[in-house]
């Protein structure tokens, strides 16, 4: 399902920029009167019945003609009607079509039949057989292209392209935009999700990680924004590092990680009741770090880089007992460990 999301901006702190189908010509006449555009076959020349001609045979004139001739009572003499040729005694068929002894329009087909023949225009003609002009699909909407491609009219037919952001064979188009590209609506995306004119994004839970975004293989702050179907997703930009030491803490918890690399971000989630609380992390004498605070709703409460290497950085914070984000990052020339802290006021 294609889905549209909507939600708050995130701040821009700690990088986390959230801001086919012609219409058939009908068979006409092709004896020089006009058809009907709506009316399909009629008969193309001949006009004598072929009973009459049988009756013609046994006329005083002492003819014996073919079914398909007439007879000449003046002299007895036998012609094949129109249609046919022969000596009047014997008559065939014309094919028209075959000989090319017709009217045709050249964008029609021909259908020979006994003593005649039909003009229908060919898949992408309109008219009556003898006369077709092209039908244009794209103006008269006609079309199979996409909703997200572009109609093409030409000489008998059309073509689909599907718009830039899409790809396919113009019939169907998919999003091509990948996980973090502005997006406006969720059929641009290849995850077919889409905060409005945010992000193509997937969807994400806070249940049993502090970090799914990074563990499916994206990245950002897995947020709430309430839609029905996908309450939390994937949102801003926050690259953390491959190692997973992001964690899951309560009211007086304390655990101690190691930063990886001198760039390394962890993100952990502070499952706590409503109430006061001071939350500071520890880092070694010779790291520097930053932390920074977030809403669940991906908002920043605060952020804290004040002191160098060695100063703890923190917060004394009243929360309503939604959970609160924590992403210590480091931002000095050394790495090592750190201790987090939780302590409730």
Do not use: W
Request: hydrophobic share 25%.
């Amino acid at each position: 399902m294609l889905r549209t999301l909507t939600t708050t901006a995130l701040s821009a702190a700690l990088a986390l920029g959230l801001a086919a189908c012609g219409d058939d010509g009908v068979a006409a006449s092709a004896s020089g009167t006009t058809g009907d555009d709506t009316t399909g076959t009629s008969s193309a020349s001949s006009t004598t019945d072929s009973t009459t001609n049988s009756t013609n045979s046994t006329t005083a004139g002492g003819c014996e003609c073919d079914a398909n001739a007439t007879c000449n009572a003046g002299d007895g003499t036998c012609t094949c009607n129109d249609g046919f040729e022969g000596d009047g005694k014997t008559c065939t068929d014309i094919d028209e079509c075959a000989s090319g002894k017709n009217s045709c329009d050249p964008d029609a087909t021909c259908t020979n039949t006994d003593g005649d023949y039909t003009c229908a225009c060919n898949d992408g003609y309109k008219g009556n057989g003898m006369t077709c002009k092209d039908v244009d699909e794209c103006a008269e909407g006609t079309d199979s292209c996409d909703k997200n491609a572009s109609c093409t009219n030409n000489d008998g037919g059309y073509t689909c392209a599907c718009n830039d952001g899409f790809e396919g064979n113009g019939m169907t188009c998919a999003g091509a935009k990948e996980f973090g590209e502005v997006c406006a609506t969720g059929d641009e995306c290849k995850t077919e999700l889409c905060l409005t004119d945010t992000q193509c994004t997937v969807p994400c839970s806070i249940e049993s990680s502090a970090n799914d975004c990074r563990d499916q293989g994206y990245y950002g702050l897995c947020i709430f924004i309430g839609d029905q179907n996908y309450p939390f997703v994937c949102a801003g930009d926050l690259m953390t590092g491959a190692d997973k030491d992001d964690e899951i803490i309560k009211a007086g918890d304390m655990i101690t990680r190691d930063f990886q690399s001198i760039d390394d971000i962890d993100v952990h989630l502070a499952m706590i009741p409503a109430g006061d609380y001071q939350i500071y992390v520890e880092p070694d004498i010779d790291d520097d770090i930053a932390v920074g605070f977030y809403n669940i709703d991906g908002s920043l409460l605060a952020q804290q880089n004040m002191g160098g290497p060695g100063d703890i950085e923190g917060v004394n914070a009243m929360t309503g007992g939604d959970p609160l984000y924590i992403v210590v990052a480091n931002v000095g020339n050394s790495n090592g460990s750190y201790n987090l802290i939780v302590n409730k006021l």
